[in-house]
């Protein structure tokens, strides 16, 4: 069973069917991908839906489902993943990363989420240090890292090898504890 983590504003639980729906939406849609390499299809929102969830069931951290506590509203993901990308020179490592659908940004909720979140990471899994890495224009989540108190660390800077050649998005700045 997946570890709950609250907040005063945000629930982070376990992937429900209900999220399956409004998740599918979050990713088909351009703005709320703006930094990402492109949208995704149903069909592969819905295996990464299952993935995040059969994920997080089995380990005691992983991207969790977020809801607002007053709606009751699926919100997108919070959490920390295990990553290991070919090349890159931090890798392996654990992220703490987000995901919001775009009602739900500039009002607080990824800043107050991630800070539980990290300190979970750190004081619960002890972790030694947690990384945070976004494409070079997302300023959003860039201000989010400094919110949390993640410091920039330039000398790590690399070309996602998923993300093409060209696309926009391919250089990707991080943080980390």
Known sequence: MAIE??????LL???????????????SDAENLRYFPRTYTAEESNSSFNRLRDRLNENPFGLWAVEEKSSGEFMGFIGLAY??????SFMPCHEIGWRLDKKYWGKGYATEAAKTVLEFGLKDLALPIIYS???LKNQPSINVMR????????ELTFEHPNIPEGNPVKTHLVYST
Do not use: C, F
């Open 13 to 27: 639980r376990a992937w429900q069917e209900s999220d399956l729906e409004p998740w599918i939406a979050l990713n």
């Open 5 to 10: 983590l609250n907040t005063p504003r945000v």
């Open 83 to 88: 990553q290991e990308l070919p090349d890159v």
């Open 147 to 154: 919110k949390i108190g993640l410091r920039e660390r330039p």
């Open 133 to 135: 890495y976004t494409a």
